[in-house]
């Protein structure tokens, strides 16, 4: 299993900005598929982005244009950079590793409140 954990959750006001971070515990880190996944209040947890190992990268419809990810394989560190926040973003967001088709670990989650 990959321990992860999640930092830079927070409030902020629409418009606004948040970056997401994932570290890593795993020393085959660029190796893994990295996901990020939110889920709010009342909802299924949904795939908000994708990176795989070789950086392509995958959006839900939602988020696209507002929201990167990206990776630090040196740092074993995915990232989330969030632009143009909306209120339904509001949830928690959790990282998710995954080695082929085998999720390997799941962060603790860290929540993103969007409120105006």
């Known amino acids: 299993q990959v321990q992860l954990v999640e930092s830079g959750g927070g409030l902020v006001q629409p418009g606004g900005s948040l970056r997401l971070s994932c570290a890593a515990s795993?020393?085959?880190?660029?190796?893994?598929?990295m996901n990020w996944y939110r889920q709010a209040p009342g909802k299924q947890r949904e795939l908000v982005a994708e990176?795989?190992?070789?950086?392509?990268?995958n959006y839900a419809d939602s988020v696209k244009g507002r929201f990167t990810i990206s990776r630090d394989n040196a740092e074993k560190t995915v990232y989330l950079q969030m632009n143009s926040l909306k209120p339904e973003d509001t949830a928690v967001y959790y990282c998710?590793?995954?080695?082929?088709?085998?999720?390997?670990?799941w962060g603790q989650g860290t929540q993103v409140t969007v409120f105006s």
């Open positions: 990176i795989t190992t070789g950086g392509s990268t």
């Open positions: 795993t020393n085959i880190f660029n190796l893994h598929k």
């Open positions: 998710n590793a995954q080695l082929g088709q085998l999720s390997r670990g």
